[in-house]
């Protein structure tokens, strides 16, 4: 119950907090908690000496705690900044009052100095302003503090252990400025390198993910799954590439697949399909998914015709005696993220079939696609009908070569 009670204090605000590092939100939360439990360990102290001003600490004290409770209150209704300026306006309060209330030097106000240590850590990088504004507050409260001590407060101390006491607290003090200037500096330098490393994190699974795929991995662990009623399926294959692979060396080939598949995963971005992997010099992409849309067939013969003619160009530029065979195929659809290592975004059922068949049983330089891809986009494009093929686990299966878009006539 405690335990629950703690993390709820803790993560107040967190969830809604815009910027992506909660620090200062969980430091004002956890600096509040730790007030208050300072403030209850003072209590027995208070209630001993009630007859010296006891009474009036218990109220202070009380006071004190009631006013953090707050605190959690305003950082969940995402009042951040109210929140850190109650948390420190509540210190400096108790801290003054507890000082002057008992007229004896308790070395209270070296409070002080650990706030200004610890204000690096309230703010964030666009806050330095009031950062520095609160750490010169507290600086000047402590040597106030002090001064008060010296002139005011009856002490043991000799003029010269006075003034010497007075220098010390002045070098702690500056101590303290030196110490959290340092600390400002290497926060701000944490968080951008942190900044930089999510950032890189991120692109990297995006390049692996889709956007909405990622961002539910991210949040949530449960095991990814997706039905799709209708989606299309692209695979493209190089025709013949083993023979290639033995006239050309490891640099021409990779730079080859390299110059083929950014091309064809800018084809997909242009015409909205998901890029779901390579394998060898095979390409594979999907329409449909992972957001359901009415013309992910449509989507996926203008991206196939503009592969075609794409790689024709990339062919000719590094003379390569092949061509591009591409299938396609539409129907229920099963994605998912698969592996714990090296996961992937994949995908299973009818229309991944459908469409690996295609491409496979295809010819160089052809678009073979399945009855339902033409019925969904025959006023669309033009088609000449190949007729049936013997597929295996599938049996005879009703196919169509794609030739281009329709001629709009007058």
Not at 385 to 404: A, D, F, M, S
Request: with cysteine; aromatic share 14%; proline share 2%.
């Amino acid at each position: 119950m405690l335990k629950r009670f703690l993390r709820m204090w803790v993560s107040a605000g967190i969830a809604s907090y815009p910027h992506e590092y909660f620090t200062p939100v969980r430091i004002t939360n956890v600096i509040a908690f730790l007030v208050i439990v300072v403030s209850l360990c003072q209590i027995p102290g208070a209630l001993w000496f009630w007859d010296q001003a006891g009474n009036f600490q218990l109220l202070i004290t009380g006071s004190t705690i009631t006013l953090l409770v707050f605190v959690p209150f305003l950082n969940h209704a995402s009042c951040y900044l109210l929140a850190k300026t109650w948390l420190i306006i509540v210190y400096i309060l108790n801290l003054l009052i507890t000082c002057f209330l008992w007229q004896m030097d308790l070395y209270i106000h070296f409070f002080y100095l650990l706030a200004v240590v610890c204000c690096p850590f309230f703010f964030t990088e666009q806050e330095t302003k009031l950062k520095w504004a609160f750490s010169i507050l507290f600086t000047g409260l402590f040597l106030l503090t002090e001064t008060y001590y010296q002139l005011n407060v009856t002490t043991q101390y000799n003029s010269a252990q006075q003034s010497f006491k007075f220098a010390s607290a002045g070098l702690l003090a500056l101590a303290s400025l030196l110490c959290s200037f340092h600390i400002q500096k290497n926060v701000n330098r944490s968080w951008k390198k942190l900044a930089l490393e999510k950032k890189r994190s991120e692109q990297l699974l995006l390049n692996i993910l889709p956007n909405s795929i990622a961002q539910r991995l991210k949040s949530s662990p449960h095991l990814i799954a997706d039905y799709f009623a209708q989606a299309s399926i692209l695979f493209a294959d190089i025709q013949n590439f083993t023979p290639i692979c033995r006239t050309h060396t490891p640099q021409e080939l990779v730079k080859i697949l390299n110059e083929t598949f950014c091309t064809f995963d800018e084809l997909s971005l242009k015409y909205g399909l998901e890029k779901i992997k390579t394998s060898g010099d095979g390409y594979m992409a999907a329409g449909g998914l992972p957001k359901a849309n009415s013309l992910h067939a449509i989507q996926c013969c203008f991206c196939a015709l503009e592969m075609q003619q794409a790689f024709q160009k990339i062919s000719k530029k590094y003379d390569l005696k092949t061509g591009l065979r591409i299938g396609i195929g539409c129907g229920e659809v099963i994605a998912g993220i698969i592996g714990k290592n090296k996961f992937s975004y994949d995908m299973w059922g009818e229309a991944v079939n459908l469409a690996s068949r295609m491409e496979s049983h295809g010819l160089c330089n052809k678009i073979q696609t399945t009855q339902s891809t033409y019925e969904l986009t025959k006023s669309t494009f033009d088609y000449t009908k190949r007729g049936e093929i013997e597929i295996k686990g599938l049996g005879l299966v009703n196919t169509y070569w794609l030739l281009g878009r329709k001629q709009l006539i007058g």
